[in-house]
């Protein structure tokens, strides 16, 4: 007989087995993991907190634990407490979140960043192959936004395009680099051909305004036959991921409500899709099969993508939606070695 989401929930309330467990990663770079207990938080707050919300405080490695983020945590909870998964179960998945920054040209939060925008780069540099997406201003994230090594300061610059056959690159500006003023329009992707045209409308330059957010994994961490083999594992991880799918599809100032908000742009984080796929995954295994594209570097992460993690996801550009995920390894991002970075391309027309 399954308990009921509200029977359940008490129980664990009423319980501190599950309270305060999580994995928390080394701190490296930018990344200041701080466990940010119940005890940092004032008698009334922690009174008017519900017991089952004050975990999410260590669910997510030191990001301020804001009331959007709190709401999006305990609709997750109790939406998969409704389908009768188990309680303990739901718990460990929730120790899975992770900060992310989401950014939109609409909102009040901080200005962070511009999608388009004027391409300033040094003197040196060779001229990008790719449009300019995204421009993102380092210094102006807070420290703990995403759980990424992410430098300090500087400009972080990601060029795409959003069609079947896109491709695209990661730079990155120091800060007090000379920089210079260059051509935004690839010789390749000119303003007045009507097909490029039509897409550089449909990605507005304007500034981004951060929201700090809360990330779970959208989709199973690496796809079922006929791509992999299948994985061992609890039943319910596929079910949790549909879970936060409906959950996400509700947030009203989530990356798919829009409501006013326009071209998202994710840092950090699980991101969602592509094509199916989980993007980390697909930057270990650009082939779609496990195994054949060489040996997965970096021992930390799981073991289907290595510690292959999701820089960046930007969405629009395309009528009916286009995704371009920036992906690289942990290590190169804390590194900088920004070259080594993938960009995955999804548009279905």
């Known amino acids: 007989m399954v308990a009921s989401p509200d029977r359940a929930l008490a129980e664990l309330r009423g319980s501190d087995a599950m309270v305060g467990r999580s994995r928390i990663p080394p701190a490296d770079g930018k990344s200041r993991y701080r466990l940010h207990g119940a005890c940092l938080l004032g008698r009334q707050q922690r009174h008017r907190i519900a017991a089952g919300s004050r975990n999410v405080a260590r669910l997510i490695y030191g990001a301020p634990v804001l009331p959007r983020n709190v709401k999006i945590i305990d609709q997750v909870r109790a939406e998969a407490l409704r389908r009768g998964i188990p309680a303990a179960d739901v718990e460990r998945w929730l120790e899975l979140a992770r900060p992310s920054a989401f950014m939109t040209q ?8 511009a999608i388009r925008g004027p391409l300033m780069l040094p003197a040196d540099a060779e001229d990008p192959e790719y449009p300019l997406i995204a421009t ?11 759980d990424l090594p992410l430098p300090s300061d500087g400009q972080l610059l990601l060029f795409g395009w959003p069609e079947e056959s896109g491709w695209g690159e990661v730079r990155y500006v120091p800060a007090g680099v000379a920089v210079e003023e260059r051509e935004r329009y690839p010789a390749d992707f000119p303003p007045d051909d009507e097909e490029f045209a039509e897409v550089y409308t449909e990605i507005g330059q304007g500034d981004l305004h951060l929201t700090v957010d809360i990330s779970l994994p959208y989709v199973k961490t690496i796809p079922g ?8 594992g609890d039943p319910p991880f596929e079910e949790l991921t549909e879970v936060w799918k409906k959950v996400l599809d509700d947030v009203p100032d989530g990356p798919f409500s829009y409501g006013g908000w326009t071209t998202p742009l994710l840092l950090g984080g699980y991101g969602t899709d592509c094509n199916g796929f989980n993007p980390a995954w697909l930057g270990a295994n650009p082939s779609g099969r496990p195994g054949q594209d060489g040996s997965v570097r970096g021992v930390d992460g799981p073991a289907d993508h290595g510690d292959w993690v999701v820089l960046a996801e930007f969405h629009g550009g395309r009528q009916g939606g ?28």
Do not use: M
Not at 138 to 145: E, F, G, I, R
Not at 323 to 349: C, G, M, T
């Open 106 to 113: 609409g909102g009040d939060g901080p200005v962070v960043g």
């Open 136 to 146: 993102i201003d380092c210094a102006a994230l807070p420290a703990d936004v995403t």
């Open 225 to 232: 036959p006929p791509w992999s083999p299948p994985l061992p």
């Open 322 to 349: 286009a995704s371009i995920h920036w992906v690289i390894q942990r290590a190169d991002l804390k590194e900088r070695r920004f070259d080594q970075a993938r960009v995955l391309v999804y548009w279905n027309p």
